[in-house]
């Protein structure tokens, strides 16, 4: 019966992985998958998320089936940590948001929403983007193409090439964008250059689909969702996934949100059934528990400071690694350009110049790095961040 069944190559960076846990070599460094370390080389517990753990374990409340839509309470404060508290589009009751599995089920929802009203737009994706992005989205039956948005050879943004291909879009066409630490390249728009992207997508009638991983990781919680605060003072429709994987460290919770920006509350109220009607008919109900702690910190004044107090922990360390990177790697190897490290910001770095010596990396100096050249930032430390540079350099050379 299922000898048709075709064979899966399984998923290059979850293998990768798996190949580093069974590296015996205790100098192996991971640079591969997308989690953030201490110093230590530890994923940590955040504080404001165990004290919030033990607030929901002490609940004698039965655990019961969640709404289509998820926890209240948790939509609320997603849509203010996304939008901002004081958002004039959430006190109109524009916003329509759930709560979902992951970034990844954000995604999902929002692909299979959009395609059942927008049957014959295509989808566009950044050239690169991550993987799952064309996956998703073809799997929802969308057309996609890539968009120009890194120059390999120079290692950094291509802002003028990528303008002038959204300025080519049909009306309707769905454009994902990472408003901050894109994945992979961590090469950001700065803020005049998002307000182009801005205008091109009102000219053209385009519609975003954010999505948004690593709010706090950039530049701050607030200044990193600029994008978001920019459509809606444009007063243009657009969709935004969010992930609380990095940010709360709570990776096997599965914990994000899906929010669409509609024109007014009548219009955010059926957003919001099409919305349950996909999770209705995809896994019914998203999982409680981690949704009850994301709540109790972002609710909780005092666990929220606590919080963002973290957040700008993890942040801080990230750039720390990345200027200490850069400085490893021009005092071994000056006669490089390395400065593209420093236009580069969030969890990851992308160096495609290091993408064919990947293999050399691993089975010679026990570096892991992804195929395309991408860089975790985040697991380096202050004990290897130096054998690290040593490595990139030496294979360069």
């Known amino acids: 019966m299922f000898s048709t069944l075709s064979a899966y190559a399984g998923d290059p960076i979850l293998s990768l992985q798996l190949a580093y846990r069974d590296d015996p070599r205790p100098e192996k460094i991971n640079l591969s998958i997308g989690l953030y370390y201490d110093d230590e080389g530890n994923i940590p517990r955040l504080e404001s998320v165990q004290r919030a ?16 839509s998820g926890s209240p309470a948790y939509c609320k404060a997603t849509q203010e940590l996304v939008f901002g508290k004081d958002s004039e589009a959430l006190r109109a009751g524009r916003v329509a948001t759930i709560q979902t599995l992951g970034g990844s089920g954000a995604l999902k929802v929002g692909s299979d929403v959009l395609k059942k009203f927008f049957p014959n737009s295509a989808a566009r994706i950044s050239n690169p983007t991550w993987d799952n992005h064309r996956a998703i989205l073809e799997g929802a039956g969308f057309s ?3 968009y120009p948005y890194f120059d390999p050879v120079t290692q950094r943004l291509d802002f003028e090439a990528m303008a002038a291909y959204l300025e080519t879009q049909a ?19 700065n803020s005049a250059q998002w307000d182009e992207v801005v205008r091109i997508v009102a000219r053209r009638k385009l519609l975003p689909f954010l999505d948004m991983a690593y709010q706090g990781l950039g530049e701050g919680l607030e200044r990193d969702a600029y994008l978001v605060r920019a459509l809606v003072k444009a007063d243009l429709p657009f969709l935004v996934a969010n992930s609380y994987s990095k940010i709360f460290s709570i990776y096997g919770e599965r914990c994000g949100g899906l929010s669409m920006f509609c024109a007014n509350a009548d219009e955010a109220s059926r957003a919001l059934g099409q919305l349950q009607q996909a999770v209705r008919r995809n896994y019914s109900s998203p999982p409680a528990y981690g949704g009850h702690v994301v709540e109790t910190v972002l609710l909780d004044p005092e666990l929220r400071a606590l919080w963002e107090s ?20 021009v005092r071994v190897h000056p006669a490089y350009d390395w400065d593209f490290l420093l236009a580069q910001r969030g969890m990851f770095s992308y160096a495609p110049a290091l993408a064919p010596h990947m293999q050399e990396l691993i089975e010679k100096y026990g570096v892991y790095i992804i195929e395309s050249g991408r860089i975790c930032v985040a697991g380096l430390n202050t ?8 490595a990139f350099a030496s294979v360069l050379k």
Do not use: F, K, W
């Not at 009306?171 to 728009?189: F, M, S």
């Not at 004990?383 to 040593?390: F, I, K, L, M, S």
């Open 53 to 68: 753990q033990e607030i929901v374990n002490a609940s004698t409340a039965p655990s019961v089936y969640l709404p289509m």
């Open 144 to 146: 996609v193409e890539a």
């Open 171 to 189: 009306e309707q066409t769905i454009i994902v964008l990472h408003p901050c630490c894109h994945n992979p390249t961590g090469a950001d728009l």
């Open 310 to 329: 973290e957040v700008d922990a993890m942040r801080e360390r990230i750039h720390e690694m990345r200027l200490e990177l850069h400085r490893g790697l």
């Open 383 to 390: 004990r290897n961040v130096e054998r690290t540079a040593q």
